[in-house]
């Protein structure tokens, strides 16, 4: 096989990986690696599915942003940090965070709150408020909305 055919089979496979779903630059980068593709073809496969809009950073973190906080429950601060290992840029983060719905996003750090003091066993004492605190923050909820949700439960 010369290096023309080799090239566009190797390129081939990469469209149907990005084709299957969403994906991001490092994704793409690390299956070239994965699939022993020669380091020599790797820039030119990449520059063709950028052009071809094969992958893109923005709509993957919007598609990234949107998937775990709606079917995982994940807050802000676990998507942002997740987004950041892909090597998305903040300000493609931001932007896929802007389309998170604030009303939906409290919403479900309430039901999260409220899952975990039934779980507990309510929250009188520090040991459960900081279990429920702690499973909060795990899911990547910011702090000073959590102690606004206690504060709504308690009252």
């Known amino acids: 096989m010369n290096n023309n055919q080799e090239f566009n089979a190797y390129l081939v496979q990469l469209e149907r990986f990005c084709d ?10 690390d299956k070239l690696y994965k699939l022993d593709i020669p380091n020599n073809f790797h ?3 990449i520059e063709r599915l950028a052009s071809n809009e094969n992958f893109n950073n923005l709509r993957y973190a919007k598609a990234f942003a949107s998937g775990k906080f709606r079917f995982k429950k994940w807050g802000r601060k676990k998507i942002f940090y997740s987004l ?3 090597k998305i840029s903040d300000k493609d983060i931001f932007n896929a965070l802007l389309e998170i719905d604030e009303d939906e996003y409290i919403k479900t750090l309430k039901e999260l709150v409220n899952y975990k003091i039934s779980k507990v066993g309510g929250i009188n004492n520090d040991a ?4 429920v605190l702690n499973y909060a923050l795990q899911k ?3 702090s000073n909305l959590i102690w606004e949700t206690f504060k709504l439960i308690k009252n």
């Open 20 to 29: 299957y779903q969403e994906r991001c630059l490092k994704e793409v980068e």
């Open 84 to 86: 950041r290992l892909k």
């Open 128 to 131: 459960n408020k900081k279990k």
């Open 43 to 45: 820039e030119e496969i």
């Open 140 to 142: 990547g909820y910011e």
